[in-house]
């Protein structure tokens, strides 16, 4: 055997450190078939092990790469091998990097070569993809295969690595936190482990608190060395932005999401590759993912960063259009603007799709803002992927994706942290999410007061302004900045702000106990929203305390609609859709209904917390500590209480709502 091809067939060196024995035995148990498929993503140890498992057997070792795509030079190592291997003993022949082999005319040979083998031989093929029918095919009898979830460490198996790698001198109860927290980041990729451990050793002791709260991050940079050398470089560029594009969202199980962020509609067919390539691998997506965030990748840095007027038309081509399209949508004239957006060339043709995504997302048309977003995302223009990021926010969260929300809040606001509209998209995420402490931290620290004079550049801090206090049942100064934008927004003729700033007053009057108030601004907004049939303003950001005040609103309209022959048809129609869409996008609503349905007015969610509360005891003082609520927000809903179950006193309520099974139920 010549020297170049006793270095394609050589046995891999042994690595005593990473001992495999629930594999070794896995392995001893497909002894019997004629072919054992290793297929795994890079670095999750497959060629040590087989190495490792063939140790003393008779066995060929062919190791494939980019040159090897030529049938005759495959059948010329075949030729060697045979060569070398006795035709009628028992032996074993390994192809590894069998992914180097990158077409059909290749797979269909090497098929060939298999089926010629003797039937003594059995055959292990190793690659970091998903291996061809064909080559399975190739070998009569059993086949045997190893996949990720196979080759991955289980937690103890993790912790028996990591305690014999690292040698670390600390206390049993730390290390086997640092393990388990290890396993946790790494999802027991080998390699992930390996770097961490390495990284951990390099301290030489001098480990803190703050590396056995996140270990990975100690290995981020050699984590991004890895990847890029061992699995990305060779990535074509489509893909790689695929993979970088699609890392924002949690799972990689949804094409038409991935073409709302992508703006490709084949997401079907690069999901397909990813899969068959395992680039789907948690690590390297949330990896990814960071680098997105940090901005500190090429990929990541291709996205850019700039700043942004709230007018963001108005620095486009087709200016005139453009400009005429945003103000229709200040107006609230939703059809004029799609029709002023319709008349812009493709110059502007990024504007166009950021434009008609709010349009179709305020319509509750999310499908359709999904496929418009995917378009802007993909501008070349900062300006235009800032605002692109801040509205798919706000579609991932009407679709009850709210950790993918927040992460495209967050690249948003690495652009542009101090953006007032921005900052208002925040307040609405907050009460979403129900983060109290973020909006109270923030609170603190914005300067704002509800006895400030705001010009027209400061209204949209406001709205926040307002948002924020609503979330912390603040009413009284709600209502005072709510009714205050209400006038202003409505003055300038701007009805879509304003239609979002009315709702916000009618929560405020409600959690005021001013019910009739609190309709009579409902009905304003309904009547300016109607036609355009605005819907998501109604929806999306109006979950208090996890109850959708809007909800009971919008039925006690409906009530008073029924008794009415003043409403007309456009607002009729808009109310019961929006009735609709908060009942689909927040179901407890229903059982909220259910529980208390006995009352003439079922109480909210946040009057539950405060009976339960007073059922084990608590004094007014105490419930506004444990809620994070004011005394007198708390006196409120007590008396509220008390009217809706029409008692006098907090024995008599806690009878009632016994009776009535209210304290029984979560």
């Known amino acids: 055997m010549n020297a170049i091809l006793a270095t394609k067939v050589s046995i891999p060196v042994l690595h005593a450190d990473l001992a495999r024995p629930r594999l070794l035995r896995l392995l001893d148990s497909l002894i019997h078939c004629r072919l054992i498929a290793v297929s795994a993503f890079a670095g999750y140890g497959k060629t040590t092990l087989i190495a490792q498992w063939l140790f003393g057997r008779r066995a060929a070792w062919l190791n494939l790469d980019r040159e090897d795509n030529d049938p005759a030079q495959l059948q010329r190592y075949f030729n060697a091998i045979s060569r070398d291997l006795p035709l009628t003993e028992e032996a074993w022949l390994v192809l590894d990097n069998l992914d180097a082999l990158d077409n059909a005319v290749s797979y269909h040979e090497l098929a060939r070569l298999l089926e010629t083998l003797p039937p003594h031989w059995h055959t292990i093929l190793i690659s970091r993809m998903q291996i061809p029918a064909i080559l399975l095919a190739a070998r009569d009898g059993a086949v045997g295969d190893l996949g990720n979830n196979d080759l991955r460490f289980m937690a103890t198996e993790a912790a028996e690595f990591l305690r014999q790698y690292m040698a670390l001198h600390l206390p049993d109860e730390v290390l086997t936190a640092l393990y388990e927290k290890l396993h946790q980041q790494t999802n027991g990729w080998i390699t992930g482990l390996k770097l961490a451990a390495d990284s951990l050793r390099r301290l030489h002791g001098k480990i803190n608190d703050q590396h056995l709260a996140n270990p990975l991050r100690l290995c981020e940079r050699y984590l991004d060395a890895y990847f890029e050398q061992e699995v990305l470089s060779d990535q074509p560029q489509t893909l790689r932005r695929f993979l970088v594009q699609t890392a924002i969202l949690d799972a990689l199980d949804d094409p038409s999401l991935c073409d709302a962020v992508t703006g490709r509609a084949d997401s079907h067919v690069l999901l397909a590759i990813l899969h068959q390539h395992h680039l789907d691998e948690p690590l390297l997506r949330w990896r990814l993912r960071r680098q997105l965030e940090d901005g500190d990748s090429q990929d990541a840095q291709h996205l850019g960063t700039t700043q942004l007027d709230h007018l963001w038309f108005y620095a486009a081509a087709d200016l005139d259009h453009l400009q005429q399209a945003e103000l229709y949508m200040q107006r609230a004239q939703f059809q004029q603007a799609a029709d002023a957006f319709a008349l812009v060339g493709s110059a502007g043709s990024d504007l166009t799709h950021l434009g008609m995504a709010e349009l179709c997302w305020a319509w509750d048309d999310l499908a359709a803002a999904s496929h418009h977003l995917g378009r802007s995302l993909m501008a070349e223009d900062a300006q235009i992927r800032f605002r692109s990021y801040t509205m798919l926010s706000q579609v991932l969260e009407a679709r009850g994706d709210v950790n993918s929300a927040a992460v495209a809040l967050n690249l948003a606001e690495q652009m542009k942290s101090a953006d007032t509209w921005l900052l208002a998209r925040r307040a609405r995420h907050w009460m979403v999410s129900s ?42 100064e709600a209502e005072v900045i709510s009714a205050q934008l209400a006038e202003s927004f409505l003055g300038d003729g701007f009805l879509y702000p304003a239609i979002d700033v009315l709702t916000m007053l009618a929560l405020a009057r409600n959690g005021k106990g001013n019910t009739a108030q609190a309709l009579d601004a409902l009905v304003r907004a309904l009547e300016l929203a109607a036609p355009s049939r605005i819907v998501r303003l109604f929806v999306d950001g109006f979950a208090l305390n996890r109850e959708p005040v809007l909800y009971r609103l919008a039925r006690m309209l409906t009530l008073q609609q029924r008794r009415s022959d003043k409403w007309n048809d456009e607002t009729t129609v808009l109310l019961n859709t929006v009735l609709s869409a908060l009942e689909r996008t927040y179901p407890i609503r229903r059982e909220t209904s259910l529980r208390s349905a006995a009352l003439l007015e079922p109480l909210s969610e946040r009057e539950v917390d405060v009976l339960r509360l007073i059922a084990h005891g608590f004094s007014n003082q105490e419930i506004a500590a444990r809620l994070l609520i004011a005394e007198s927000t708390v006196k409120r809903h007590v008396y509220s209480i008390f009217g809706k179950l029409n008692v006098r006193s907090r024995t008599q309520a806690m009878g009632k709502a016994d009776a009535l099974g209210l304290l029984s139920e979560k």
Do not use: K, P, S
């Not at 603190?444 to 006895?451: E, H, M, S, T």
């Not at 400030?452 to 400061?458: G, K, L, V």
């Not at 709205?463 to 049942?473: G, I, N, S």
């Open 435 to 476: 983060h109290v402490n973020a909006a109270l931290q923030w609170l603190y620290g914005c300067g704002l007061n509800v006895r400030d004079q705001f010009t027209i550049q400061d209204r949209y801090a406001y709205v926040a302004f307002a948002r924020v206090l609503l979330l912390l049942e603040r009413y009284d």
